[in-house]
């Protein structure tokens, strides 16, 4: 097992914002297709994002979007029943020094 972290809670309101994604939907889909594609030229302004994990069997669907053969409401719908664990993206050098080792 890795180091085990703690974060503060106050990174989760107001000075650092942070977007949380509960579970595989169409918003969820969306935001990791712009992410994931170079060409959409995808920005946010998020210190921390926290929602479920885009894996590789996630790629493939997301190709079949972008290849129009998938609309995003049948991606999200499609990836619903995929057993994904939920993950935690520091994207900030502000929300990475926040981290605290317990372990």
Known sequence: MGPILTFPKLIWGRPSPTRTLEKVCVEWADFIYKNRNRSANFSHQYDVVI???ADDGVAYLLNLYE???RTLEELAKELEYKDL???FCFLTDRAISL?????
């Open 99 to 103: 981290l605290h080792r317990v372990k």
């Open 67 to 69: 290849e129009g053969l």
């Open 51 to 53: 929602g479920p994990i």
């Open 85 to 87: 664990n939920n993950q």
